[in-house]
Structure formats: structure tokens, C-alpha cells
């Protein structure tokens, strides 16, 4: 079981900048695939960003591309996701996701993952 816990949403007006973190707790997820997901009022909930093992393959949704940077420290078994140029239509609840792959790839279906963090909210005022 991985237990996945994320911070750093809150209110900030567009153009600003914000720092998710997803701290994972119980078996280490240096193994795992990570990703972030995100969801609006009234939308599904869509890929934002994913990373491998080792960091060394990251994938994003085209509309955050530029702008938003995933990240991962196994040792502290945490995943980041830097935004910047934050704006409004990136209002959401954002979650992390988890896990375990054979080999250090990216995994972008929501399916595919195992486990989840609760969400965080993110609000972008114009």
C-alpha cells in the first residue's frame, strides 16, 4: 500500500506561481510511476503531468507545457508540481496518483493507476 498526501493549492491570482507537493507514506514508490491529475467544476478529471522512476522521462498535457514542471525526490519520497504562469482555466482540485511499474516509464490513463492523494485545490483569479 502506498498512502499518497498532497499540499501547497490555495488562491493566487494569474500569472503567479504555485508548488504542489504528494508525500507518499507506507511502501517506498521509488518504483512507481507518478503522476499528477486535476479536475474542474463540472469536468472529468484529466491528465496533467507524469514521471518515471528515475526522472528521466516526464510527459505533460499540451496546455501546461512551458509552464508547469513535475519532479520527484525518492529519498523523501515526495512529487512535486512546479506552475507557473498560473491561469484561471488551471482551476482545479489537483491529485496525485501512483504506481508500481516493471520497467521506468510514464503512465498518462487514469485507470492505470493504483493509488490516489485526496486533492488539493487550486484557484486562479483573474
Known amino acids: 500500500q502506498v498512502q499518497l498526501v498532497e499540499s501547497g493549492g490555495g488562491l493566487v491570482q494569474a500569472g503567479g506561481s504555485l508548488r504542489l507537493s504528494c508525500a507518499g507514506s507506507?511502501?517506498?514508490?521509488?518504483?512507481?510511476?507518478l503522476g499528477w491529475f486535476r479536475q474542474a467544476p463540472g469536468k472529468e478529471r484529466e491528465f496533467v503531468a507524469a514521471?518515471?522512476?528515475?526522472?528521466?522521462?516526464?510527459y505533460y498535457l499540451d496546455s501546461v507545457k512551458g509552464r508547469f514542471t513535475i519532479s520527484r525526490d525518492n529519498a523523501k519520497n515526495t512529487v512535486y508540481l512546479q506552475m507557473n504562469s498560473l491561469k484561471p482555466e488551471d482551476t482545479a482540485v489537483y491529485y496525485c496518483?501512483?504506481?508500481?511499474?516493471?520497467?521506468?516509464?510514464?503512465?498518462?490513463?487514469?485507470?492505470?493507476?493504483?493509488?490516489w492523494g485526496q486533492g488539493t485545490q487550486v484557484t486562479v483569479s483573474s
Open positions: 514521471i518515471s522512476w528515475t526522472s528521466g522521462r516526464t
Open positions: 507506507g511502501r517506498t514508490f521509488s518504483n512507481c510511476a
Open positions: 496518483a501512483a504506481v508500481r511499474t516493471e520497467y521506468a516509464v510514464v503512465v498518462l490513463r487514469e485507470f492505470e493507476y493504483d493509488y
